[in-house]
């Protein structure tokens, strides 16, 4: 049964605001996401389990600052750029992939105004990227909301997604709806709908917590079960002039190469979701090889780093196998990391660019996204796979009865990876590389 979204209180933030005089202290960010993630990491296997709407995990993060770290760093703000969120995501996904995919789309939905708003709109200040400087991200964090949503368009022509009708003042919203993560906690919803059911697509912000909101939580998937996925529907839900945000033209050709960096900036986060598994999989599988030698398994280790950082080996293993194995193991680990790290670079860079972004940089942006999804897709995948192989019959770590849960990095490796066709982003990296043609400007990913 459906039932409307209720409105959740929010744990108040405990981060001292920044100076008024300078902007934030860089250093804070690692602290926090880091101190967060060894939370996630405890009992990150017993919520998988659970798979229940996360509600707790959205209050973790709410209580550390982190929905509101992407602003631009200011006076009476504590911002960070698109390297420091992407640093998070990496990070907490590597304790709970979950939650870094919930944050990931959270991330990318606070900057739709910016993307998708109008370039030509002249009243009040601009920042950077030509945007309002009181933008949706600025509220976002002024309001401690959690965003969930999508503005992508249907995938296909039988699904005619949102509807909106024209009524004095505004719209009216309906329709039908699944997103990948964010609505079933939510305390707004964007999401894009388009007039009349045909041309332009309009990026609106929702209250969840409308009576004509209703919300199935889809608790029941095979990984990311953690990440308040859901099933959406919108019945007569009246919408304001002030809650659209902006507008995604129909015709590709008219979308701007800043608002096409969009998709790929959602992309190129689950990405880091995607390295920040393969990573935190590898570590913990790390721990309980050197515990197996010595003494008891050492308590998860976050974000790649082992859970004795500094200090002597838990345990050691001349086993030559096993040593190749995770040779190869953190080989591809590293290989994935450095693809993404030059992605991650040049998008950020792109964004900084704002409205002035040509097409041609957009379409170098978009084929090292493309390299880095397909590079980091089969190593979450190929490193998941073998640590079930590697931790499983070692002792406590039985991957098929529980253990320690290592069977849900594989699971949530796969289910991130299921809709990505790697044959389709290599074939345009080839195309890019071998004639110079541009990716095409479309919204979904």
């Known amino acids: 049964m459906t039932t409307p979204r209720k409105s959740v209180r929010r744990t108040a933030i405990r981060i001292v605001p920044a100076p008024a005089d300078r902007p934030a202290d860089d250093e804070i960010w690692p602290r926090v996401t880091r101190e967060l993630a060894d939370d996630l990491a405890v009992d990150a296997p017993a919520r998988d389990r659970a798979g229940k709407a996360p509600f707790d995990e959205v209050a973790r993060l709410q209580e550390a600052g982190l929905p509101a770290l992407l602003t631009a760093p200011g006076a009476n703000r504590r911002g960070a750029d698109w390297r420091a969120a992407s640093a998070v995501v990496r990070e907490i996904s590597a304790a709970d992939s979950s939650v870094g995919e919930l944050l990931a789309h959270h991330y990318v939905l606070s900057w739709s105004s910016r993307f998708f708003g109008r370039a030509h709109d002249t009243e ?19 309001e401690h909301w959690l965003l969930g949503g999508g503005v992508e368009p249907p995938r296909t022509e039988k699904d005619p997604g949102l509807r909106l009708t024209p009524e004095a003042g505004g719209w009216i919203l309906d329709g039908r709806r699944a997103f990948a993560s964010g609505v079933a906690v939510a305390d707004r919803l964007v999401v894009g709908a388009r007039p009349g059911g045909t041309g332009d697509w309009l990026i609106v912000l929702v209250d969840p917590a409308h009576p004509g909101v209703f919300t199935d939580a889809g608790t029941d998937r095979v990984g990311q079960r953690v990440s308040g996925a859901g099933t959406v529907t919108f019945d007569h839900v009246p919408v304001q002039a ?6 995604l033209p129909h015709d590709e050709h008219a979308v701007t190469p800043f608002a096409a960096l969009a998709p790929l900036a959602l992309r190129l986060l689950l990405v880091q979701v ?16 050197r515990a197996g030698q010595a003494g008891p398994a050492p308590a998860p280790s976050a974000a790649g ?5 500094g200090a002597d080996p838990v345990g050691t293993d001349d086993d030559p196998y096993l040593l190749l194995a995770y040779g ?10 450095a693809v993404v790290e030059r ?22 942006i ?12 089969r190593a979450a995948v190929r490193i998941t796979t073998r640590v079930l192989e590697l931790v499983d019959g070692a002792e406590g770590a039985d991957a098929q009865s529980g253990g320690p849960g290592f069977d849900r990095f594989w699971r949530n490796a796969r289910a991130l990876t299921a809709h990505t066709q790697p044959a389709h982003r290599l074939r345009d990296i ?10 095409r400007l479309t919204l979904p990913a």
């Open 124 to 142: 009040g200040a601009k920042d950077a990227t030509g945007a309002p400087a009181h933008d949706l991200d600025v509220r976002t964090a002024e």
């Open 242 to 247: 002030d809650q659209v945000l902006g507008l």
């Open 274 to 289: 995607g390295l920040g598994i393969a990573e935190g999989a590898l570590a913990e599988a790390r721990d309980i090889s």
């Open 305 to 309: 780093r082992p859970s004795s950082a």
């Open 328 to 337: 190869e193991l953190a080989t591809a680990a590293h290989a994935a990391s």
């Open 343 to 364: 992605a991650t670079d040049a998008l950020a860079r792109g964004l900084l660019a704002g409205r002035t972004l040509t097409p041609e940089e957009r379409a170098d």
């Open 366 to 377: 978009a084929v090292l996204v493309s390299a880095a999804e397909t590079v980091t897709g």
């Open 430 to 439: 080839g195309d890019h590389y071998l004639n110079g043609t541009h990716t």
